[in-house]
């Protein structure tokens, strides 16, 4: 299995709503991601895990809330969102540190946030 | 901040031409990954180059990683329609989990 796997594939919620994106790899990677991806515009990094403990934040606000239950699984809990948050939300996943870190990533949530 | 700056920003040619797309740097990279993402869609691996000098070929894409490591380029031969897409190069600096993209070059191949 070489695939990287996102639900749900559209997401549209209110600003006081409460929901999670689920992404989940079965090549045995240690490490995973969550980029934000704006129109027209490269990927963003917005979290790293690695080894299951959150390794990166890049400044990401609160209202986004990352989380690792397995070495398998990765979700992104939103909550409060404004509608600048509004994108594409890609999930990624690596084998961990090292000369090779290719990133393969998953076909992302299109959020819309109204 | 690592730039990566990656050149032509938009491409729009017919099919059957040849095109070159950049990624340059004043760092050196330990590995440089080229991914393809057509709308709303994830970014899909093309390849990897980890070795100065380095030439890869898959089918009518041709990808060099510089001597120094600090740049590469993506030459695509004879392009068809279906070669539509957006292009990113994304480098790894220190062989972390981080990796910088450029600012990707939409390539449009008009039949």
């Known amino acids: 299995d070489t695939e990287v796997t996102q639900t749900p594939k559209h997401l549209v919620m209110g600003m006081t709503n409460k929901k999670s994106l689920k992404c989940e790899q079965h090549m045995g990677h240690r490490a995973m991601y969550w980029y934000k991806q704006k129109a027209k515009k490269p990927p963003e990094l917005m979290f790293v895990?690695?080894?299951?403990?959150?390794?990166i934040n890049e400044s990401v606000p609160s209202r986004f809330s990352p989380e690792c239950p397995n070495s398998s699984l990765l979700n992104l809990h939103l909550h409060a969102l404004q509608p600048e948050d509004s994108a594409l939300y890609l999930c990624?996943?690596?084998?961990?540190?090292?000369?090779?870190?290719?990133?393969?990533f998953g076909p992302g949530t299109r959020l819309t946030v109204l | 901040t690592q730039l990566l700056e990656q050149s032509p920003q938009f491409l729009s040619i017919q099919e059957g031409e040849n095109l070159t797309v950049y990624c340059n740097s004043s760092s050196v990279f330990s590995s440089l990954q080229w991914y393809r993402q057509e709308p709303g869609e994830g970014p899909v691996l093309l390849v990897t180059?980890?070795?100065?000098?380095e030439v890869k070929k898959l089918k009518r894409l041709t990808f060099q990683f510089g001597d120094a490591r600090k740049d590469s380029s993506l030459h695509i031969t004879a392009a068809q329609p279906g070669d539509t897409g957006l292009y990113l190069c994304?480098?790894?600096?220190?062989?972390?989990?981080?990796?910088?993209f450029g600012g990707g070059t939409r390539l449009m191949v008009k039949p």
């Open positions: 994304a480098g790894d600096h220190n062989a972390g989990n981080m990796l910088t």
């Open positions: 895990y690695s080894y299951e403990k959150l390794s």
């Open positions: 180059v980890v070795t100065g000098g």
């Open positions: 990624a996943s690596s084998q961990g540190q090292g000369a090779w870190n290719e990133q393969f």
